[in-house]
């Protein structure tokens, strides 16, 4: 080896041994005619000396250095004089007096500094990702994915589960996002998918009575990204048989409370707690509600249906919902802040947002007219309003209002400091609709996707198309502080269940046999009871880091347009390799 030790390990032990580094030129400090150079790797930071008293021509060796530079060096370890330690490091209180010195590579200028609070765009740090990437802040998110995974792995063999790799080149089942595709040079014509989840492979293994399977898997969609999104993620992807939702829930939890233990030092409570999909929507305007905070909506659309108030009218007659929200503090908003506010939930899709102010129990409003005395108390006690809040209302379409609500909810809540960044609150959201309708297509889609049992009480609602709506699934999805880490499922294991829901959905048999028929044809051979999780491997690290992107752990991510700036991808590639694949480009 090049060096004895790594830059992020001595210590007052080491003192008086000789020692080798090797490293980057990190910070470079000159005090009179000494130099101190901050040697860091990946390990950690460890100050150097060059004092001319003792090597004049090795001091000169010294004041080549630049930022950046590649060098091993070779020196006795010594302690560092009184009032000059640095605590904020494990190697604080030491110093190499370097006795000789190589550079083994030099570098130019970096196009920013490697340090862990720079201002630079996002761009430029994926460009120069392996720049980025010695920051000692991106070091320990990607030691801590390691650890992560490691305890992840420990745990489910702890479990008896076993880790299988399922394809990364399979069909195209689209039936959420889009897939993307890979063109097959041996079968013109035809193309291979990369998978969205493992979730056919999954239930396959259950069939083959695996039993207990899981698997840190790389996972592929075709859609518009934001903070938390990646054209490829990683999920912690679970799959067992002979199981119930409480199996599920008991496996999920202990997971979660020895990640969290381990990786973060945080103790979770089991079991977590419970919320139906109908009681978040009611209480929270979403499905995935973050409960750090109160300030929940109220639904009044019995109470205004026969105000004279025509907007609220209106949306009542016409099954929309009107839905009530007390902003604690702010009945003393200005219109300036207010007409902020009704520009805010009109971009959520809203027409408007009506404001009531709270004055001595009372409801005050440009619009209180409209309203009897009866109407007003109703709504100050429905929403818990009290004196000085600000009562917010929007009237609209069920799905515009919940969430042109809860997206207000959530910026009053951050604006006014309601919630404790350092608290984790983890719930489990049950009991999902099984179905959605498409209003533009005209026809009901599978809420999760296809392969989610109904509740047993719900089946007798599949024969009758005006009680789709009424039918409840067996899936749940994790929750943490208002984001879904994870989702999944009690999966349909009988052919002719299957096949229903295909058609229920508006898959006709052969559109069906196209797309699933390994499927169906591998539950004639008996195919278990069974169900499983998935959780968000990236989004789980983001809670644990600290930090608001997944771009932030993963080692190479792309960009909001699904590019990476660092190797250009994706590119064009020349005709040859086209033809190869029989693929014209439209111009």
Same mark, same amino acid.
């Given at each position: 080896?090049?060096?004895?030790h ?91 007096? *370097? ?23 996002e ?5 120069y ?6 920051r ?14 490691k ?6 063999d ?17 039936e ?19 998978? @969205? ?10 069939v083959?009575s ?24 990683t @999920? ?5 048989s ?15 409370k ?35 905070f ?17 907007i ?116 489990w *959201? ?12 005209k ?70 046999r196209?797309?699933?028929g ?14 499983g999780?998935?959780?968000?491997l990236?989004?789980?690290?983001t ?33 040859? @390799? ?10």
């Amino acid at each position: 080896m090049l060096r004895t030790h790594n830059c992020g390990e001595l210590s007052e032990k080491d003192i008086g041994k000789p020692v080798a580094l090797c490293g980057w030129v990190g910070a470079r400090r000159d005090h009179g005619q000494l130099i101190f150079i901050d040697l860091r790797d990946g390990y950690g930071i460890t100050q150097i000396v060059f004092n001319p008293e003792r090597d004049k021509a090795l001091h000169k060796q010294g004041e080549m250095l630049r930022s950046e530079f590649v060098v091993r060096v070779e020196g006795t370890l010594e302690r560092r004089p009184a009032n000059t330690e640095n605590d904020r490091i494990p190697t604080g209180r030491v110093e190499i007096i *370097v006795t000789k010195i190589e550079i083994l590579n030099e570098s130019i200028t970096p196009p920013f500094e490697i340090m862990d609070a720079i201002s630079v765009t996002e761009e430029s740090r994926l460009k120069y990702r392996y720049l980025d990437l010695r920051r000692p802040l991106m070091q320990k998110s990607l030691r801590l994915r390691h650890k992560v995974c490691k305890l992840t792995r420990d745990y489910f063999d702890s479990k008896d589960f076993i880790e299988v790799e399922t394809p990364v080149l399979t069909k195209s089942t689209p039936e959420g996002a889009r897939d993307y595709l890979v063109p097959s040079r041996l079968n013109p014509g035809m193309f291979y998918a990369l998978p @969205q989840s493992p979730q056919l492979f999954k239930q396959l293994m259950m069939v083959a009575s695996l039993d207990r399977y899981f698997q840190i898997a790389k996972c592929f969609r075709d859609e518009d990204l934001r903070a938390d999104r990646q054209p490829e993620f990683t @999920q912690i992807d679970i799959e067992m048989s002979f199981v119930t939702e409480e199996d599920i829930f008991e496996l999920s939890e202990g997971l979660m409370k020895k990640l969290f233990k381990e990786a973060v030092g945080v103790d979770l409570k089991t079991p977590f707690p419970r919320m139906t999909y109908a009681e978040a929507m009611a209480r929270f305007g979403c499905d995935k509600p973050d409960t750090r905070f109160g300030m929940e909506l109220a639904e009044i659309s019995g109470i205004v249906e026969k105000s004279k108030f025509k907007i609220f009218q209106e949306a009542v007659k016409s099954k929309g919902r009107v839905i009530a929200l007390a902003a604690k503090g702010c009945g003393s908003y200005s219109r300036g802040q207010i007409d902020e506010l009704t520009e805010f939930v009109k971009g959520c899709g809203a027409k408007g947002l009506a404001n009531f102010k709270v004055e001595k129990g009372l409801l005050t409003s440009q619009i209180d007219k409209f309203f009897s005395k009866e109407e007003l108390s109703a709504i100050k006690d429905a929403s818990l309003a009290s004196d000085g809040d600000m009562v917010f209302i929007v009237a609209d379409k069920e799905r515009i209002a919940y969430d042109a609500m809860s997206a207000l909810r959530k910026l009053l809540g951050n604006r006014l400091g309601l919630i404790d960044e350092k608290r984790f609150d983890l719930l489990w *959201v049950v009991d999902f609709p099984l179905f959605k309708y498409n209003e533009e297509g005209k026809r009901w889609e599978s809420e999760h996707h296809p392969f989610t049992s109904c509740r047993p009480d719900d089946v007798k609602f599949l024969d009758r198309p005006d009680d789709l709506r009424n039918v409840r699934s067996r899936s749940y999805d994790l929750v943490i502080n208002g984001t879904e880490m994870g989702s999944g499922s009690i999966r349909i294991h009988e052919k002719s269940m299957q096949e229903r829901i295909f058609r229920i959905i508006g898959l006709g048999e052969e559109e069906a046999r196209a797309r699933f028929g390994f499927l169906l044809d591998a539950f004639k051979f008996g195919a278990p009871p069974h169900g499983g999780v998935a959780f968000g491997l990236d989004r789980l690290l983001t809670f644990f880091v600290g930090c608001e992107s997944i771009r932030d752990v993963i080692a190479f991510p792309k960009s909001q347009r699904a590019f990476c700036p660092l190797t250009s991808a994706p590119s064009h590639v020349d005709q040859r @390799q086209l033809d190869e694949l029989s693929i014209r480009i439209k111009k």
